[in-house]
């Protein structure tokens, strides 16, 4: 992220995924306003600066449901905003796709007034010409599907870093419960329990001796070097899916000595492949 955050107005045809857009932005970490009046543009921009530092990038949606206050947007757009760098993303698609969307929706179109649905489309169309001509970046959604159009997006404006999945490997006692938000789960009950040993007892899978007695045996070994693969072709699929969060569970009885243990190595392991892991422990220290 550069030192002075970016500003990127998201607007064009309704239908188009103005939304999808803004969502993708926001889960990047941009600071997110929608349906704003363009006046109002400026004030954001300060209120930002002020609150978050100016390197936060925003992201406003501006659209034809600011009726009369559109106007002003090209305007606005002209004289600057500040001295963030500005870029306008436009998205539109062809009128088959956005009867079709807004059809779905069942909702009419806001330019739409007591005439057909089309006739709605005509005249924002016509509307926003000006605008989709001063576009910095244009994008026909009409053959992309929502995870084409979030790859878009974040390939525009993401931060090289913002496009990579973070995956979390968390820790947990399955007599606690298995955690609701796991992806990807594996039992580590099959491997010999330190609780058993007494000057193992008392530490947890972080302690080296923990840890050694628990990673160097052969079968921990081959479930590591079988089940590392597998993550790493579920994260290939969830990127390609849009999704950039996963959470991998690794229970044992009490979350206290083997999936500690072997949360820590999965998660060093997948960071020497190159990504962002992070080890958590849901119920360490429960006991």
Known sequence: MS????????????????????????DLGWFVVDNLPPELVGDVVRLVDE????????AVVVDV????????????????????RTSVLFLEASVDALVRRQEAARRPHPLQGGGRLIDGIDREREVMAPLRGDADLVIDTTELNVHQL????????????????????????????????SDLLADMRFLPNPYWVPELRDQTGQDPEVAAYVKERDDAQ??????????????????????????VAIGCTGGKHRSVAMTEEIAARLRALGYQARATHRDLGRE
């Open 222 to 247: 081959a479930f590591l070097d079988r089940f590392v693969p597998v993550v790493q072709t579920v994260t290939a699929g969830y990127l390609r899916e849009g999704k950039r969060f996963m959470t």
């Open 3 to 26: 030192e002075q955050g970016e500003l990127v107005v998201i607007t064009g045809m309704t239908g188009a995924g103005r939304s999808t857009a803004a969502k993708e932005l926001e």
């Open 65 to 84: 449901r600011a009726g009369e206050f559109f106007g002003a947007l090209q305007e606005r757009l002209a004289n600057g905003l500040g001295s963030r």
């Open 150 to 181: 979030k790859e878009r997006v974040a390939r525009a404006f993401g931060h090289p870093d913002a496009l990579r999945l973070l995956v979390t490997v968390v820790s947990f006692g399955f007599k606690y419960g298995i955690p609701v938000d």
């Open 51 to 58: 609150r978050r530092g100016q390197r936060q990038p925003i």
